[in-house]
């Protein structure tokens, strides 16, 4: 199940396209996989990207801010595969991302992106007790019981969270003032692994459990994640959406969006779209620019054997409304494709008050083709 | 800077000093957040307070405590965190001013908000401490560098920031290795790691 999580401050709004794991519904916190994020600061900049992307940012802000906390007086500089974040003076700090662009935080800027990068990961994160559940309904299961289907379907789960709760910034390339800086001697600075244990940092929000039960809950409490499929879908924003929405500067909001995609399982968009746009034909024009755009930037992963195909329902304004995957390929390979997030224009707008349906299907040879799909 | 290589329970005071200039936080609201988070143990009255606060070497006439444990020194640590979260838009709102100060170029003490938070500070820091090395300007650039401080205490991680902060400022400078005279015989064996140096948080 697909959904859109959205984190606001008043000077920054980070939008996640994310996958509820299958699990998440037993849960007070649903771990999810991001697919894909937007982040912006108003008109002053916007940054979109994957997965990874997000992380390395989160893991760049996160080592710059310990830094800048811990060496106040000290120039601070972090550089993670082409983000770079650099201390101009204690009110100031550059952003580089990897395409070049420079953007200067304010002090307060980077307190937004700080607040919704850590709401974020509050949820991303998968959490210990969901590793520990895990590890003990392998533990409990009789040998016996250990049949192909039951073992194989327990392993995978397991194995999708522990992947996740233990993915590593490993992989990326840190530079920052505290490598340069080891303990001396090699020793261990003072209860280092304490610090990276969930023991020092429970401050359960409201109500706070006693310290005996705090260690056990390491992440700040996320927003509440009511299953989306509950909630009404949100009614179609205005075109113009770049102002960041007025917010109480210390209104910290997740809002969950209707789902944007389903399951590969259930194909079907949502029920009040399809008898409103089927009879509405597609402009040739629409054809041509939405070809044009996933033709540009369609870069087929080289694991990619199979065609994936997605139902595009394309608001009156150019603006993409839903994307669904229409098979299983589809929908796992969703976040390597070019697919935006929803209200992103993919066209001019066209004739017509209602949305429209397109096919699209991206090849393994980096051919796309766009249709209409009534 | 006076924060740095500061024992935690030094640094700590520090934090609430620069709440109660910022925000009026007293004994009373941090104690009853104290029992709201179950760290009543600790602080049990104003009286446990004072003593854990008068434990820091900055203070003066030190009556208190000697010694803070781990437990103390993170019950401490947590409530810091939280009463910044709770006051985060104040803190928001003295360093949005800061801004707008700097972007005209004028000093943040001649803007209202600022100007009151440093004078509490400065007159907080004077009447409880024992260091009369201090001097106002460099007092005005603790409790702005507290400000700084307790903005990114007061996100949802905050709690981790401080605690890492608290830690990493209270480890000792390291000698630098270059200073050291290469000799012919291998230098004795450097003495065993303690493993808590700093046992006197």
Redesign the interface.
């Known amino acids: 199940m697909s959904t859109t999580l959205s984190y606001s401050q008043p000077t920054c709004q980070l939008d996640v396209a994310a996958e509820l794991l299958p699990f998440s519904q037993k849960l007070r916190r649903a771990p999810v996989r991001s697919l894909h994020f937007s982040l912006a600061f108003g008109e002053k900049l916007r940054f979109e990207g994957n997965d990874r992307q997000l992380y390395q940012l989160k893991t760049l802000v996160?080592q710059y801010?310990?830094s800048?906390?811990?060496h106040?007086?000290t120039p601070t500089e972090v550089v993670i595969e082409g983000l770079v974040l650099r201390s101009r003076s204690?009110?100031e700090h550059e952003l580089h991302l990897p395409d070049g662009r420079v953007i200067l935080l304010?002090?307060?800027e980077l307190?937004d992106l700080?607040?919704v990068l850590?709401?974020w990961?509050?949820v991303m994160e998968p959490l210990p007790e969901l590793v520990e559940r895990a590890q003990s309904i392998l533990a409990q299961i009789p040998i016996w019981a250990k049949s192909a289907a039951v073992g194989v379907g327990i392993v995978a789960a397991f194995t999708l969270v522990t992947q996740r709760w233990l993915m590593p910034p490993a992989s990326m390339v840190i530079t920052s003032p505290r490598e340069s800086?080891?303990?001396?001697?090699g020793?261990?600075?003072?209860?280092p692994e304490s610090?990276e244990t969930p023991q020092?940092?429970?401050?359960p929000s409201?109500?706070?459990?006693?310290?005996q039960?705090?260690t056990l809950v390491p992440?700040?409490s996320p927003p509440a994640m009511p299953p989306p499929a509950s909630l009404p879908a949100p009614p179609p924003p205005p075109p113009a959406q770049e102002e960041p929405r007025p917010q109480s500067?210390?209104q910290?909001n997740v809002v969950i969006q209707a789902p944007t995609e389903a399951a590969p399982a259930s194909i079907e968009p949502v029920p009040m779209i399809t008898p409103t746009v089927e009879a509405t034909p597609v402009p040739a024009t629409t054809l041509r620019e939405v070809k044009a755009y996933f033709q540009d930037r369609w870069r087929p992963p080289a694991n990619l054997d199979t065609s994936l195909e997605y139902r595009i329902v394309l608001n009156p304004d150019g603006t993409l409304a839903q994307a669904l995957p229409l098979n299983g390929a589809a929908a796992r390979f969703i976040d390597r494709t070019p697919i935006p997030l929803r209200e992103s224009p993919l066209a001019s707008p066209f004739a017509g008050e209602r949305p429209i349906l397109l096919r699209l299907v991206l090849m393994p040879s980096g051919t796309v083709q766009v249709f209409s799909d009534n | 800077?006076l924060?740095?290589s500061l024992p935690i329970k030094a640094q700590i005071d520090l934090i609430l000093l620069s709440l109660e200039a910022l925000a009026q936080v007293g004994s009373a609201e941090i104690l009853t957040l104290a029992e709201?988070?179950?760290?009543e143990a600790y602080l049990r009255d104003r009286v446990g307070l004072w003593r854990l606060r008068q434990a820091s070497p900055l203070r003066r006439g030190r009556t208190g405590r000697r010694k803070l444990d781990v437990?103390e020194a993170?019950?401490l640590?947590?409530i810091c965190?939280?009463l910044a979260q709770q006051h985060?838009?104040t803190i928001?709102?003295a360093?949005?001013h800061?801004?707008q100060q700097?972007s005209q170029g004028r000093p943040p003490h001649l803007d209202p908000v600022l100007g009151d938070y440093i004078d509490r500070f400065t007159g907080l820091y004077q009447e409880r401490m024992a260091d009369n090395r201090s001097d106002g300007p460099e007092l005005a650039q603790l409790a702005?560098?507290l400000l700084?401080?307790l903005?990114?205490y007061s996100?949802?991680?905050?709690?981790?920031?401080l605690?890492?902060?608290l830690?990493?400022?209270?480890?000792p400078a390291?000698?630098s290795l270059s200073l050291v005279e290469p000799e012919p015989a291998p230098p004795p064996a450097?003495e065993l790691?303690v493993l808590?140096?700093?046992s006197d948080v």
């Not at chain 2, 709201?36 to 760290?39: D, E, I, K, S, T």
């Open positions: 996160n801010i310990e800048f906390l811990t106040p007086q204690p009110l304010q002090l307060t307190y700080v607040t850590d709401d990961s509050a800086n080891p303990s001396p001697l020793m261990p600075s003072p209860l610090l020092l940092a429970p401050l409201p109500p706070p459990a006693p310290p039960a705090s992440l700040p500067p210390n910290r | 800077m924060t740095s709201a988070m179950g760290f437990d993170r019950a640590a947590l965190s939280r985060r838009q928001r709102t360093i949005e800061w801004q700097a702005l560098d700084v401080d903005l990114f996100t949802p991680q905050g709690a981790r920031r605690w890492i902060t830690l990493e400022r209270t480890t390291t000698p450097p790691p808590f140096p700093h």
